[in-house]
């Protein structure tokens, strides 16, 4: 994780305060995931 001040990082922190989600954020998260096109694994060779 890369950070410009420490504030950013205790920004970025808050984002592991809600880890449930509701089945239209997770529709949501799943449809702009899925327009990326990231490979199966970021290790995969092929």
Sequence with gaps: MGA???EQILENMKAIQNLEFSSEEESLINR???K???????WATD
């Design 32 to 34: 702009t995931v899925a």
């Design 4 to 6: 410009s001040s420490k």
């Design 36 to 42: 990326i096109n990231l490979p199966k694994s970021l």
